[in-house]
């Protein structure tokens, strides 16, 4: 053993301690930062040459302490799970988001929704029924149903618009994941430059870890590490990101009036199957909203085939035979200009000169479109509901999982000051370690 | 291995719990400001569908009880006509007797016979009576008289129904030969009649009296018809309206907020949230840095 060993020992407990305190700042620096994962030092002792020699042997203690790596605290199991779990979340979320817009455009059970509106043009009917030859209920059944058949275009264009609103949405996130993907590309290679070099890339890890995160949540996507520490990211089992080389989405829509949307590689033109935000708000605008229009044109539909089917059976004020009331064009349901334009041809009655009301009595009678319009609200209700249930349900899986992840790569606090206290404790004895070789030195020279 | 709890996890905890709590709280405090506990229909589906059909009913039984009222009107205003008419009858058949009598001479028969044609003008009168501007018992005929100056019915045989229930219609017009005879032997022919046969020919007087007392049963059974209408449409009214304050009751269960319960859970919330902030307050706080040197 070396005179001066001792002097060595010392001195590589300074540095690992002292790295071990540097670490330590780093995780208080970064105690809020979003997506930063906790370090540690990790420190091994240093022992002397174990391969016994010939003529030498090593007989000393061992050659102090040496700070191998910072490591990263991240569960890679756990990322992936909250990748899933994530996606599933944004997907539900947004379908939440449509559902809800559905139901503030029906604005019902209220006294200014369909239902109140149809109830009004049924009870038109009845004042007309009553005085037949009173052009002031004749005029007011108009405005009803003038009313009326607006209301049907409102909710039917606020319905598409909710669809386009949703393909813009998706373009712009579309985008932002080509952005995303580009950046993890880069990324990957730097982080491999690094490593490669030996330096610590745990930040640049981080990082691309928060990257990945937001695809997950964008379109679900799902990672794999890659070759030389790279991360590889897929959407729908293809490839986003391999390694440094990025693949592009694009988002196609189809011709109206189904505008059905998809996204797409734009390499080859396939289809990508994606989840989170995008899936939802494909499904908006491919499934909900036209399912929800067909519903809506159904009870348009049907007010049209009541009414008309009546309505020919009586005879308007001047005798002659009733025209269809209601027309449907490429605009839904409107009241036939013939009607709209002249109140006396409205066919309250059941027979020709008559002052009479029973074909209007009979059209107030009327409420198939009600309950036809009822039903549909029940299962707008019910899906909403369902939604909301699994967004509830969801949230606390995600929460749970974040609380996992959190106390895996989270910083603790008074975690970090035991450490920087018993670290700062090794620091001053290492440095009383050389005070003291130092004396047995001065000993040993002093005899001289 | 238990969970290893940090700041900011912590932080992220009671902020969603705090979220919760608040979103709990603008819940019911949206309840009690709009009065109501269905604002959308996943609010409750069942509920929603419940509001709809009783807001439905609603309408509908306001529209039945207008319906009913202007029954009303039409059978209110055709009692009053029939019943005058039998007043005028009954005159008229005082003055034919009183006619009949052998010890009239020709002068008083005709002077009589003056006030039986002024009767007669008084009855057609009555019998173009309106109701809103239609005559009352000329049918469904677009007709502005019921009877022209010579007594010829104008209208028709249509009836004037009302819807007062949902699937019950009452008739509430008479028409006109229903009331005062078919054409050729209505009530202003027999009082043609009594007015000739008063200034000519006195002894056919007791067959006209038989021909008016015919009429005079008629319109007593009509009028007794009229009468029975008339209060099997008023207890269809009554019913309807009962029905209407059971679906306003009804639609205020399913509808409104049930205010003790929803200001009790307000308060509850409220403690809640001021218990979890205070919570937060000291969690949040210390840390070993409070306590080292």
Known sequence: MGTFDG????????YAQRRAIEVAGQNIANVNTEGYSRQRSEMVAESGPVVPALFSRYEGTGLGVRSVEVERMRDQFLEARAHREHGADAYLGQVQVTMDRIELAYAEPSDTGLASQLADFWAGWDDVGLSPTDPAARSQLLERATTLTSTFQQLDQALADLGAASVEQLTAAIQEVNAIAGRIADLNGNIRSATAAGLNANDLIDQRDLLAMQLAEHVGATVRPGEGGSLDVYVGGMALVR??????????????????ARVAWVDDGLTATVGGRAQGLLETNNDIVPAQRAELLAVAQRVHDDVNAIHVTGFDQSGAAGVPFFQMGPTGITVNPLVAGDPTRIAASSSPGAIDGSVAQQLAA????????????????????TTNRRVEVQDAIVQQLDAARESEAGVNIDEEMTNLVSFQHAYSAAARFVTVVDD?????IGMV | MSLRVTQRSISANTT???QHSLSQMQRLQEQLSSGRQLARPSDSPTGTVSALRLRADLRRGEQLVRNASDGLGWLGTADSALTQSLDVIGRVRELALRGRNGSMGPDDRAAIATEVDALREHLLGIANTTYLGRPLFAGTAAATVAYDAAGVYQGDAGAVDRTV????SVTVNVTGPAAFGPAGADVFTVLVDIADHLRNDPTQLGTDVAALD????????ELAQVGARYHQVEAMRSRTEGARLDAQNALAEVESVDLPRTITELKMQEVAYQAALSATARVIQPSLLDFLR
């Open chain 1, 366 to 385: 009327q409420d198939g479109p009600d309950g036809l319009y009822r039903e549909m609200v029940v299962r707008l209700g019910v899906a909403a509901q």
């Open chain 2, 214 to 221: 015919q009429r005079s049963l008629d319109l007593k059974t």
């Open chain 1, 440 to 444: 047995l030195l001065e000993t040993l």
């Open chain 1, 243 to 260: 390694s440094t080389s990025v693949e592009q989405l694009t988002v196609e829509v189809g011709a109206g009036p189904a505008f059905a």
């Open chain 2, 16 to 18: 969603a719990n705090l």
């Open chain 1, 7 to 14: 002097l060595n020992i010392g001195l590589s407990a300074l």
């Open chain 2, 165 to 168: 229930l949902d699937g019950v």
